[in-house]
């Protein structure tokens, strides 16, 4: 061990554990140097686990030697030992730390220069809240990866997650060392998540920052398949289920994992290795299985899973020096304003707050791109229930611009309108009081925008949300079910048939409604199916497959049925009004559409006679019969 002279007062302690790292660390350093934070605010805390290449001695040369760069930091302690895994590393620099944080990150990343000064001042303020606040008991700030966003979900307002990635992490040091940090009998894979479940059992709560924002290049190439990574997560996640999960999630862990060996193999020697793996299992899981969790708090598991994983795992966020944002913002006109049109109306301030929230902390507007929000509330002229929210929100500085428009009671077709008149705009996008934004959602829209900017709107996936209200005011929930209904690739042909766009997760130039006007007053219902199919009779729409935002309807099936007689009701309307609309097009569109028509009724099955027949004449099946009809009945007119 060798160390260099002690500064004061350090505000966190940054621990790193290598193994074979040598070719990630010029890029790791060269990164961490040009971050905001001053480097004599860090302590360093490094272990090598018995790297077989360079790693040591090149970490030496960077931290230890004459000319290398360890004065930079309040602190340097380079350490070197036997491969204890990254669980046990992390523990033994955690029992050098006195700082108030401790910040876990690997080195084949790079950090952007206002991750860690982002990071921390979210950490900061969530620590000085009194006792009782939300943030009093955070435990750890994750950082968003990129160019491969990490899939696994988050609350879009408040940040908080079941689990966070060890990849790039902040930690309160006080919680870490109460709950006795790693658990050091996982090697490599499922620890971070066992520590984050193992907090949340102890009573804290984790939260993700996605505008703390770090380059991770684990992987070469999209879904690439690492033998190391399946191994490891397979067995951690069995393990994991031995000490937090239900008993039929215990057994049900064994069984997926018994299930491996019949897999098809995805890399030379996976049977063998799971074998070796089967062994490890039959030695932990006693160890598992005799310290349960203590508290009552929901451990989620989902087959190899754990949180509901976002779809878009892969998609890719362009590179920062190529990305389309960054490019625009170089031009002379810059990044393009994004209007953000919310209706609401009188005691909805709960829904509001929150819509208004996922907004707020948008990472188009972290990084620069001006978004204004126009709210109009229906019903609120000498009311004005949302005036003091939208005033709050305004005097804070975090949007380029922020309006308010009260009406009388008119409606939800002119409280639209109203938006879009005064909307200013290049591009606009609509979010409904009671529906939410990922904090990617305009950033992912406007630069696939910008890569083709003839485009008349482009559009993400959403969740549609299954949500029991509690109370309306103030607004309290529960989250019952996500679902991804829609997800259709832009089809002119289908959508005349019906709507597969979500209101909010169409990004839209502002010019289609001078254009073509706004919504139809005629339509309370499905007026923005209405507006869609004009405003694309002349322009292409694109998909981006990732989810980007959700949707709330209700729990309830008696208001689910409810609410769907209404939809049927106004398709009616609808389809009539688009009877009137004439397009023009050319031979080779008419002929891409028959094909999407054809390509969509050729749909591969058996005859539902025949499967009619199975039901019927087999014991068990038999008796389920006509309730599964029924209710199949009455899911199909919910879904149509």
């Known amino acids: 061990m060798q160390e260099t002279t002690t500064r004061p007062a350090p505000v966190l302690t940054l621990s790193i554990v290598t193994y074979n790292s040598e070719k990630w660390l010029p890029a ?3 990164s961490l140097f040009k971050q905001d934070l001053p480097c004599d605010q860090i302590a360093l805390c490094v272990l090598d686990n018995g790297s077989t290449d360079g790693t040591y001695a090149a970490l030496q040369a960077q931290l230890l030697s004459e000319g290398g760069a360890g004065h930079r930091f309040a602190s340097v302690q380079l350490h070197q030992g036997p491969n204890i895994g990254f669980g ?29 000064t982002t990071l921390l001042q979210t950490a900061q303020r969530d620590a000085a809240q009194a006792p009782g606040q939300a943030g009093a008991k955070v435990a750890a700030w994750e950082c968003r990866q990129k160019p491969y966003e990490h899939p696994k979900d988050y ?7 079941a689990w966070c990635s060890s990849a790039c992490v902040l930690f309160k040091t006080e919680a870490l060392k109460a709950v006795k940090g790693y658990e050091p009998l996982l090697f490599l894979y499922g620890e971070d998540v066992e520590l984050s479940y193992r907090l949340r059992d102890h009573g804290y709560t984790l939260r993700y920052v996605p505008n703390a924002t770090v380059w991770h290049f684990t992987y070469e190439e999209a879904a690439q398949i690492k033998p190391q990574q399946f191994l490891g997560s397979t067995l951690a996640n069995v393990l994991l289920r031995c000490r937090y999960g239900r008993r039929h999630e215990v057994i049900q862990g064994f069984v997926m994992f018994a299930g491996l060996f019949a897999m098809r193999p995805l890399f030379p020697g996976m049977r063998r290795k799971l074998l070796a793996q089967s062994f490890k299992l039959l030695k932990l899981a006693p160890q598992f299985l005799s310290t349960r969790r203590k ?9 190899w899973d754990y949180e509901m994983a976002r779809e878009g795992a892969f998609y890719e966020y362009p590179v920062a020096t190529q990305s ?3 490019q625009a913002k170089a031009s002379a006109q810059g990044a393009p304003m994004v209007s953000v049109l919310m209706r609401t109306m009188p005691g909805r301030a709960g829904k509001l707050h929150e819509a208004m929230a996922s907004v707020a902390q948008q990472t188009y ?38 309006v308010y428009v009260p009406l009388p009671k008119s409606g939800r077709c002119v409280a639209g309108n109203k938006a879009l008149e005064a909307a200013t705009g290049q591009l606009c996008c609509f979010l409904d009081d009671d529906d939410l934004f990922y904090a990617d959602h305009l950033e992912v829209l406007v630069s696939e925008w910008l890569k083709q900017p003839q485009l008349g709107a482009v559009y993400s996936l959403g969740y549609e949300v299954r949500t029991h209200v509690q109370s309306e005011e103030p607004w309290v929930y529960e ?42 007053l005629d339509l309370e219902n499905l007026e923005d199916w209405n507006l869609w199919v004009r405003y694309s009779l002349k322009h292409d729409f694109k998909l981006v497959p990732k989810v980007t935002s959700l949707y709330r309807v209700p729990d309830q099936l008696d208001k689910a049925i409810q609410r769907q007689a209404v939809l049927d009701t106004y398709y009616a309307k609808a389809k009539a009004k688009h009877d009137l609309l004439k397009v023009e097009l050319t031979l080779p ?26 039901v019927l004449n087999t014991p068990g099946l038999r008796s389920l019969y006509h309730p599964l009809k029924k209710w199949v009945s009455v899911w199909r007119r919910i879904r149509r």
């Open 324 to 326: 389309p944002l960054e």
């Open 365 to 402: 507007a972290h990084l620069g791109g001006p978004i204004e929000l126009v709210v109009v509330e229906d019903g609120g002229q000498g009311v004005e229930s949302a005036k003091a929210a939208v005033d709050a929100l305004r005097s804070s500085g975090v949007l380029a611009k922020v």
């Open 88 to 116: 046990a590393g992390h523990n033994h620099n955690l029992a050098l730390t006195q700082t108030p944080f401790f910040w876990v990150t690997n080195v084949d990343l790079e950090f952007e220069h206002d991750t860690l």
């Open 28 to 30: 790791f350093f060269e």
């Open 155 to 161: 609350h879009p307002v408040t940040g908080e997650t």
């Open 589 to 614: 569109e008419i002929q891409q559409i028959v094909e999407e028509m054809t390509r969509q009724s050729q749909v591969a099955g058996v005859p539902t006679s025949w499967l009619k027949q199975v």
């Open 295 to 303: 508290s009552q708090e929901k451990f989620p598991f989902r087959m």
């Open 479 to 520: 989250n019952v079910m996500h679902s991804l209904i829609h997800r259709q690739a832009f089809s002119r042909a289908t959508l005349w048939h019906h709507n597969y766009f979500p209101i909010q997760t169409v990004l839209f130039q502002r010019k289609l409604f001078e254009e073509y006007g706004g919504f139809d």
